[in-house]
């Protein structure tokens, strides 16, 4: 489930109310309700022991310990690179975590010797150390350090791997937490500065801060050396919004402040600050999204059509006419072609660098805008070939983005563009498997409504089919899936991709509608009542793996995660002939009440409302929990989870391994008390995981047809 840039509202006020007299007594045919209750002794012994009946089954399998093992090394493995998390200046910012340093290491070094390839690091903040020395199973979430000196960082620090987490002023100068500082308790919150001594914060301010959704509806301003209660209000939104939150963009000497009240998932009023601490209204559209500001501009894309400006593409408005409330038409900046549709946008000083997916394969192109004509010019960078590329840190006044390139068969590079030039390689990681020995191909399956779906398939050279299949994909949210090393796919479960091809057999990582492998479209093609698209091209993608002889009937296994359970839970109830296995993590099931269950009422815009009677007329067709029938044999299910997720509520994977067991239906299950939404708090865990859905596989579709 796509993360959201603020916070939900305790699990305790959600718990409450998900667990009222009022909301039991509207669902009296659900038995399971009480699996919802996340801490409860009830709901937790039952977790306990299909844990220890699930571990006691695929903990057993011989290569169990081997898989483990080999995973564990992997993830831990120090040749790993470390990314530019964040570029401070000349000073270079990473997360390191290996297996002495679970937690992490926040670090830095010059940019110079990063640069070189050869930096010498130094320990900001041991995060397993201060957990130890706190008492508090600490997990890193940011650091958010004030251009242009630096000295100052908000470090948000979760207890457990929760979306909530605590916000403490660090001083970059002396290496310790601030005294006296900024300290916003545990919570979901969203902080930004506005100077050294001012900070905006979006919070839980108490009764009546929240929004129906749990996330802030306040935002605040708060100086140095008063009390959080004392800060000033800015800005409220309504209870019916789904938040509000600040946002502070760094543009040369400057910084601009806005405010953005989300009223829906994919709709906001975007604010700017002006004079006097005026709020003026922008004029980016409700669907729009502000991605970047350079020059005095504010960088938007375009999630709809704009006038003649197509939907997707890039358009800008300068900020002081803005401010100023005298904000024109904007100017168009970048507009997609049928193939070639931006994903993701960064600024440097000069150059706005704009990464694109180009039939689901990355681009890398520098735009600069003549300030005479206003014309903005394009300059590619070449980096790989059908590979997949993330922006994953920017030098400003050099004007250098930092990306990492990977593919299914190529080990992951990091490499930095700048002005001029190539872009170069900073670390190439070596091989972690030879890849002379598989093979990845682009194929497309036709789908029921004539849509090419795209996906990629792995195997191992000579294999000859049908083979055992692994069908990964996730359609929601505009959140593109791209093919990255065998050795992290799929998500979550380390390189579960790997061990499998090496068995001989298939991979697939396949780019359904819902996500935005092709831009908005793509995306709103599987939106609410249109939903079944994405269901019917999983379906595509694994009838057409047949067709081709690749696999077969009933030895197909399909893994999603998040809302992706969302997809894996239709497809198995829609289809139980077709799949052989079905893996589910961190799952969305329950459609009737996922809105009612932590922040699921934020995710009305993607799914539907099922409380008003027209949405529930075309959800009640592909909720999972709802259409698991009596009398149906179902593929194998295994789900992974975690207790402390407080996006998605564990109680949606909880009562569907109720209901399939007690309808008969074999299930797995693996539910880790600590990591949050990404399951995983560290590698050891991750590494566990792997291990047992290779086991889960080999088990039910892995070995002779069944």
Known sequence: MKKLPVMLRSSALTLAALLSPALIAAAPADPYLWLEDIEGPRAIAQVERWNADTDRLLRADPAFERDRARARAILDDES????????????????????????????????????????????????????????????????????????????????????????????????????????????????????????????????????????????????????LASATIVKEGAVGDMTLAPRVEQDGDRRWTFLNRALSFYTAELWLEGEGGRLVRTPVPESAELRAVIGGRMIVFLNDPLGDIPAGSLVAWPLADVAAGKAGAPETVLEPTARAVIEDVRATDHILWVKQLDDVSGALLALTRDPATGAWTRRAVPLADKATVHLVGAADKRDMIFASVEGMLTPPSLMAAGPEGPARTVQQLAPRFDASRFTVEQRFAISKDGTRIPYFLARKKGVAGPVPALIHAYGGFRAAQTPTYLTTEPYRAGPLGLFWVEDGNAYVLANIRGGGEYGPAWHAAALREKRQNAFDDLTAVAEDLMKTGVSEKGRIAISGRSNGGVLVGA????????????????????????????????????????????????????????????????????????????????????????????????????????????????????????????????????????
């Open 571 to 706: 497809a198995m109830t829609q289809r139980p002939d077709l799949y052989g296995a079905v893996i589910a993590g961190s799952p969305l099931e329950d459609m009737k009440r996922y809105s009612h269950l932590s922040a699921g009422a934020s995710w009305i815009d993607e799914y539907g409302d099922p409380d008003k009677p027209q949405d529930w007329a075309f959800m009640a067709g592909w909720s999972p929990y709802q259409n698991v029938r009596k009398g149906v044999k179902y593929p194998p299910a295994f789900f992974y989870l975690s207790t402390k997720d407080d996006r998605v509520h564990p109680g949606h994977a909880r009562k569907m391994a109720a209901k399939l067991k007690d309808y008969g239906n074999p299930v797995y299950y693996h539910e880790y008390r600590e990591g949050g939404h990404s399951v995983g708090a560290d590698h050891a865990e991750d590494a566990v995981r792997a291990a047992l859905l290779h086991a889960f596989l080999r088990r039910e579709i892995g070995g002779e047809t069944k």
């Open 80 to 227: 790993q690179i470390a990314l530019p998390d964040q570029v401070l200046g000349d000073r270079v910012m990473n997360l390191w975590r290996d297996a002495k340093n679970p937690r992490g290491l926040w670090r830095s070094t010059d940019l110079a010797s990063y640069l070189a390839g050869k930096p010498v690091w130094k320990t900001v903040i041991d995060v397993d150390a201060l957990g130890k020395a706190e008492g508090k199973s600490w997990v890193w979430h940011e650091a958010d350090c004030l251009a242009p000196d630096y000295t100052r960082c908000l470090i948000s620090l979760s207890p457990g791997g929760t979306d909530a987490d605590v916000v403490r002023e660090f001083d970059l100068a002396t290496g310790r937490f601030v005294s006296g500082g900024f300290t916003v308790p545990e919570a979901k919150s969203d902080v930004a500065w506005v100077d050294k001594d001012t900070l905006l914060v979006a919070t839980d301010y108490g009764a009546g801060s929240l929004t129906a959704s749990g996330y802030p509806r306040i935002v605040k301003r708060w100086q140095r050396g008063t009390p």
